[in-house]
């Protein structure tokens, strides 16, 4: 059987300890249930931890990172209190060939922008209105299996263009929500060694994570993000 795929599912871990409709979603953490809805969909395939930002080093020391395939990034309220070492550690991780998922409110965290190198900022309108994600890209490997061209969902916050990131590698998703706005909601991004997806879905106060589609595209996410490629140098090295 081949190794399972290391995960560390990182979440901020604030909204669900302040405020009580927050909690009553996520009563253990945003974390908690998406680590728990890869653990379901992936299965032994997967060995799961979590980390969050009140553990010494944001519970993202040196031998974590070594040992995690794929990392997930939940943040919203408390980007700025995420130590500068810590994102420089995860920004070499990823160039080093360690799969980032950056999910919903992470466009704005420190890493996702350092990665990016754009403000990473986006329109949005916290209003509870549906969201259709279309999918773009039907043959694209995260989305294996998914069995649909659309995911709706019934209760999300709206986010819209104009969304300041590069051009992505890949467009696997957009949104349009209640509004009218669109929004691309999957796309790639590689950096280095290391495979990127930026997934929309996913607000604190509405149970997006137990969603057993969105659920899906996180784990395609997963399984695409694991390193893989050649080993490279950066040495020089001489023709003959
Ligand atoms: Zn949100």
Redesign the pocket.
């Given at each position: 059987m081949p190794q399972p795929i290391r995960v560390t599912v990182w979440n901020e871990f604030v909204h669900e300890r302040e405020r009580e409709d927050v909690r009553k979603v996520y009563p253990d953490g945003l974390h908690q249930v998406i680590a728990e809805g890869l653990r379901a969909s992936l299965g032994e395939a997967v060995e799961v931890r979590t980390a969050t930002l009140d553990e010494p080093e944001h519970g993202l020391p040196e031998e974590v990172l070594q040992s995690t395939d794929v990392l997930l990034w939940w943040g919203?309220a408390a980007h700025d209190r995420v130590d500068d070492e810590v994102v420089a550690r995860v920004h070499s991780r990823v160039l080093d060939g360690m799969g980032l998922l950056v999910l919903?409110?992470g466009h704005g965290s420190k890493i996702f922008r350092r990665l990016m190198g754009t403000s990473c900022m986006l329109r949005?309108r916290?209003a509870g209105e549906r969201e259709r994600l279309w999918v773009v890209d039907p043959s694209h490997p995260i989305l294996d299996g998914l069995g649909t061209d659309v995911i709706e969902i019934e209760q999300a916050?709206m986010y819209g263009e104009f969304f300041d990131i590069p051009a992505p590698d890949e467009l696997l998703m957009i949104s349009s929500f209640a509004g009218g706005e669109v929004f691309r909601s999957g796309c790639t991004f590689r950096r280095g060694k290391g495979k990127i997806f930026y997934f929309r879905p996913?607000?604190?106060l509405y149970p997006i994570y137990y969603h057993p589609q969105v659920r899906q595209v996180i784990a395609g996410g997963v399984r695409w993000a694991v390193p893989s490629g050649t080993p490279y140098t950066q040495e020089a090295r001489h023709c003959p």
């Amino acid at each position: 059987m081949p190794q399972p795929i290391r995960v560390t599912v990182w979440n901020e871990f604030v909204h669900e300890r302040e405020r009580e409709d927050v909690r009553k979603v996520y009563p253990d953490g945003l974390h908690q249930v998406i680590a728990e809805g890869l653990r379901a969909s992936l299965g032994e395939a997967v060995e799961v931890r979590t980390a969050t930002l009140d553990e010494p080093e944001h519970g993202l020391p040196e031998e974590v990172l070594q040992s995690t395939d794929v990392l997930l990034w939940w943040g919203h309220a408390a980007h700025d209190r995420v130590d500068d070492e810590v994102v420089a550690r995860v920004h070499s991780r990823v160039l080093d060939g360690m799969g980032l998922l950056v999910l919903h409110s992470g466009h704005g965290s420190k890493i996702f922008r350092r990665l990016m190198g754009t403000s990473c900022m986006l329109r949005w309108r916290e209003a509870g209105e549906r969201e259709r994600l279309w999918v773009v890209d039907p043959s694209h490997p995260i989305l294996d299996g998914l069995g649909t061209d659309v995911i709706e969902i019934e209760q999300a916050e709206m986010y819209g263009e104009f969304f300041d990131i590069p051009a992505p590698d890949e467009l696997l998703m957009i949104s349009s929500f209640a509004g009218g706005e669109v929004f691309r909601s999957g796309c790639t991004f590689r950096r280095g060694k290391g495979k990127i997806f930026y997934f929309r879905p996913g607000h604190e106060l509405y149970p997006i994570y137990y969603h057993p589609q969105v659920r899906q595209v996180i784990a395609g996410g997963v399984r695409w993000a694991v390193p893989s490629g050649t080993p490279y140098t950066q040495e020089a090295r001489h023709c003959p």
